[in-house]
């Protein structure tokens, strides 16, 4: 694995459409499957995306639109690993931390998984992500 994927690149390529997405896989394609990653802080982000379309629907074609959303969570993340937020993430969040990184916390659960593995994040948040320690970070959509 050389490549983290974020949950902005992830929404990107689930939108099926645009120029973003065109130029992120133009990237991907110079790549095999085994050189990317996904991790579950961005699993949890998607699921909770459609779990709350599910719930604060009122009527039964969101709800179909719904479920329709976390099966194709489902089925995209089964594309390639999904690494944990373990016990080595964790030090390297309370590190981060306690270095007082202005960073979200979620972006930096991502930025701490990435790290703990070595491997470079692709998002659009460069900004923010750049403000992490030792951590690479590249935009694949421009």
Do not use: C
Not at 22 to 35: E, G, V
Not at 110 to 122: D, E, R, Y
Not at 127 to 139: H, I, T
């Amino acid at each position: 694995m050389k490549y983290l994927l974020d949950t902005d690149h992830i929404s990107i390529l689930q939108r099926r459409a645009g120029p973003d997405r065109a130029a992120l896989l133009a990237r991907l394609t110079d790549h095999p499957i085994s050189d990317l990653a996904f991790f579950i802080v961005s699993f949890h982000e998607q699921v909770l995306g459609a779990h709350t379309l599910i719930t604060r629907t009122q009527n039964a074609a969101d709800v179909i639109r719904g479920y329709r959303l976390l099966s194709e969570i489902h089925k995209g993340f089964s594309a390639a690993p999904v690494l944990p937020f373990n016990s080595q993430a964790v030090e390297i969040f309370k590190s981060l931390r306690s270095q007082q990184v202005r960073v979200a916390t979620m972006d930096l659960r991502i930025a701490a998984i990435a790290l703990s593995n070595n491997l470079i994040l692709l998002t659009r948040n460069v900004r923010d992500f750049g403000k992490v320690p030792g951590l690479v970070s590249e935009d694949w959509t421009a």
